[in-house]
């Protein structure tokens, strides 16, 4: 049997995250109201993307980011004369983003009690990101470019980190809602181009 090698630091750190009792309690809190408002029902089937055949979450985070992305982007090559596009990129991603956590936390709902301990992590950190690009819209607007630019900056290390959770959560232990045919053995889940197609074994 294959031995594993000892992981690299940022593994063994969520590892360890997954383990921290501690977050069980807001966990708890937190949980019955998420799950009435985003988790129940058409909303919450209409959220996780049952419809769509798989979790939505991760392309809204895609929209957020490279709004974000971009604005930075501006930032760096353009200078302060690009710092109205910049704005409304960063606006467009704070647009962006209240969809994409509501979609994050119907998906949520649905976890093992050790995987909402890093999603709940992965929330706050999104949001700490979303109050600094907040921040770097409102510098902006009241015309100091060179504030905008910096929070904007943090608010970009800091969903780094919450989107190294997120991807955790997607890939590594791939929680993310998808259609059951996906599961199913075969090259193409029984999906021919007439229909479904499910032979009797």
């Known amino acids: 049997m294959d031995q594993v090698g000892r992981p690299p630091g940022v593994v063994r750190g969520t590892l360890w995250l997954e383990q921290v009792d501690a977050l069980d309690r807001p966990v708890r809190v937190l949980e019955p109201w998420i799950r009435t408002v985003f988790g129940t029902g058409t909303r919450g089937a209409l959220l996780r993307g049952e419809w769509f055949g798989h979790a939505l979450h991760p392309l809204l985070t895609d929209l957020a980011v490279g709004t974000w992305t971009s604005a930075s982007l501006l930032d760096v090559l353009g200078g302060p004369e690009s710092s109205l596009p910049a704005q409304r990129l960063v606006g467009a991603g704070l647009v962006a983003a209240a969809p994409t956590a509501w979609t994050g936390w119907a998906e949520w709902t649905a976890l093992s009690s ?27 607007r009241r015309g100091d470019h060179g504030t905008g630019a910096r929070l904007a900056l943090a608010g970009a290390a800091v969903a780094s980190f919450g989107a190294y959770l997120g991807g955790h959560l997607t890939e590594g232990r791939r929680v993310a809602s998808h259609h059951p045919a996906y599961d199913e053995p075969g090259t193409n889940g029984g999906w021919s181009h007439e229909g479904w197609s499910h032979e009797e074994g």
């Open 114 to 140: 050790r995987d909402k301990r890093v999603g709940l992590v992965h929330a706050v950190t999104n949001g700490v990101a979303i109050g600094a690009y907040a921040g770097s819209w409102l510098a902006r």
